[in-house]
């Protein structure tokens, strides 16, 4: 199991582009999507990140630019937004389930 952080640009985008919400069901085709932060995913999932780039540009093309890297530890983090505390809780609820190690994750909306 592996936690990535998963972060693209998209070329000439229009309010409310239909691609966003194409690579959101891409990601949650392929694993657990959280997003604590409106403009970052993570992806709690079995596959590895060519895997992950791959299915993305079957969606939305080469074009735009993907960036998609394992989370082993996350250093610094605040949270603000109930909605995103949410989303908060429900990531470390299943990074814990799911037996990983991430050094430095708590429940805590606020890093140390």
């Known amino acids: 199991m592996n936690l990535l952080l998963v972060t ?11 691609r966003y919400a194409q690579v ?3 990601l949650q085709f392929n694993g657990t999507l959280f997003r604590p932060l409106k403009q970052n995913r993570l992806l709690l999932t079995s596959r590895d990140p060519q895997q992950i780039m791959s299915a993305i540009e079957q969606r939305i093309g080469r074009q735009s630019g993907i960036l998609i890297v394992p989370v082993t530890s996350v ?9 995103r505390r949410k989303e908060w809780d429900r990531l470390v609820t299943a990074i814990r ?16």
């Not at 990983?100 to 890093?111: A, F, L």
């Open 8 to 18: 693209f640009d998209l070329t000439r985008t229009i309010p409310g582009d239909s």
């Open 24 to 26: 959101d069901a891409t």
């Open 75 to 83: 250093s610094a983090w605040r949270i603000h937004e109930v909605h």
């Open 97 to 112: 389930r799911s037996g990983i190690k991430i050094d430095g994750i708590t429940p805590n909306y606020v890093s140390s």
